[in-house]
C-alpha cells in the first residue's frame, strides 16, 4: 500500500503553507509608521558661500542646433559653477542620517517635480524630489531633445521628445544622491537629480540661500553637496522648535586643485 506514503507527502507540502513556520520568515517586514507632526518640529537656514576667486563662466558651442544658437543669445554660459557675489547657488543641503529617519516614513507629496528643456538647458538645474513622487519631464523648445538619466540604483531610461510634444511623467523607486542628467542630442544639457526618502532636503537659490522646515528634534548629519566644489559633512543636534541657521564655506581654489 502506498497510502501512507501519499498522505505524509501531502502532509509535507501542506506544511509549507504561508502561514507555515517554515516560510514565515521569508514574509515581508510590517511599514514603518508614518511620521505624525508633533509641533516642535525645526526650521533650518542659511547660506552657501565660495572663498576664493570665481573662474569665468565659459560659453557653449550649441552650432550643432541652429535652433539652440537663437533660443541661447546672452544664456548660452555653463552653468556648473553659478556664484554671485561669493553666493554658491545648485548647492544640494539634506539630512544624510540621523533623528527618526531610519524609524519612521514621511508622506509622500502629490505635487509633481517638472524638469523643463528650455532654451537649451535643463531648468532647474538641480533639483531633488521624494521616492515614488512624479516627475514631469516638459520640452518647452521648437527643436528635439532627449532625457536620459544615468542612476545606479534606479531604473536607467532614455527618452526623447519632439517639439510640442506631451510631457512624460516617471518616478524614481530609491534613494540615491545623485543621478546625472543628459540630453544625448544636445551633449551640453546637464542637470542633476536628488532622489530622497525623507523631506529634509533644499537646493540654494540665486542668492545661495536655503530654508529646510519641519525637522524632528535629535541629532543629524548634514551635508552641502555641490558637483563642482565637492561636499562637507556635519554633526547637528537640533532641539524643539528651533530656528537654526547654519552656512557653509567653499574654497573654490582648493575645489578648482581638486578637479585639476
Known amino acids: 500500500m502506498r497510502f501512507p506514503t501519499l498522505i505524509l507527502t501531502l502532509l509535507f507540502l501542506l506544511s ?3 502561514t507555515s513556520p517554515v516560510l514565515q520568515g ?14 516642535n518640529e525645526a526650521t533650518l537656514t542659511g547660506s552657501i558661500i565660495a572663498n576664493g576667486e570665481v573662474p ?20 548660452n554660459e555653463l552653468q556648473d559653477l553659478l ?6 547657488l545648485n548647492t544640494f543641503i539634506y539630512l544624510k542620517s540621523g533623528g527618526p529617519l531610519d524609524s519612521v516614513r514621511f508622506e509622500v507629496p502629490t505635487s509633481e517635480v517638472v524638469l523643463e528643456h528650455k532654451n537649451c538647458q535643463y531648468a532647474p538645474r538641480v533639483f531633488g524630489v521624494r521616492v515614488g513622487q512624479s516627475v514631469s519631464f516638459v520640452n518647452s523648445d521648437p527643436t528635439i531633445h532627449n532625457t536620459h538619466p544615468t542612476p545606479k ?3 536607467e531610461w532614455n527618452m526623447s521628445q519632439a517639439a510640442g510634444g506631451a510631457a512624460v511623467a516617471r518616478s524614481f523607486s530609491r534613494a540615491e544622491q545623485f543621478i546625472p542628467v543628459k540630453d544625448n542630442q544636445h551633449p551640453w544639457e546637464r ?10 532636503f533644499a537646493v540654494s537659490d540665486e542668492f545661495g540661500n536655503y530654508e529646510i ?17 565637492g561636499e562637507q559633512e556635519m554633526e547637528i ?4 522648535g528651533e530656528n537654526r541657521k547654519i552656512d557653509f564655506t567653499f574654497d573654490v581654489a582648493k575645489a578648482r586643485s581638486a578637479m585639476e
Open 16 to 18: 509549507l503553507s504561508p
Open 26 to 39: 521569508t514574509q515581508e517586514t510590517p511599514t514603518k509608521p508614518l511620521y505624525q507632526p508633533t509641533g
Open 56 to 75: 569665468v563662466a565659459r560659453r557653449i558651442d550649441m552650432t550643432a542646433d541652429p535652433v539652440c544658437v537663437k533660443l541661447s543669445v546672452g544664456r
Open 213 to 229: 522646515r519641519g525637522v524632528p528634534p535629535g541629532t543629524y548629519k548634514l551635508v552641502a553637496w555641490h558637483e563642482k566644489l
Open 83 to 88: 556664484i554671485k557675489n561669493q553666493q554658491v
Open 153 to 155: 540604483h534606479n531604473r
Open 237 to 240: 543636534t537640533i532641539v524643539p
Open 191 to 200: 542637470a542633476i537629480l536628488g532622489v530622497f526618502d525623507h523631506p529634509f
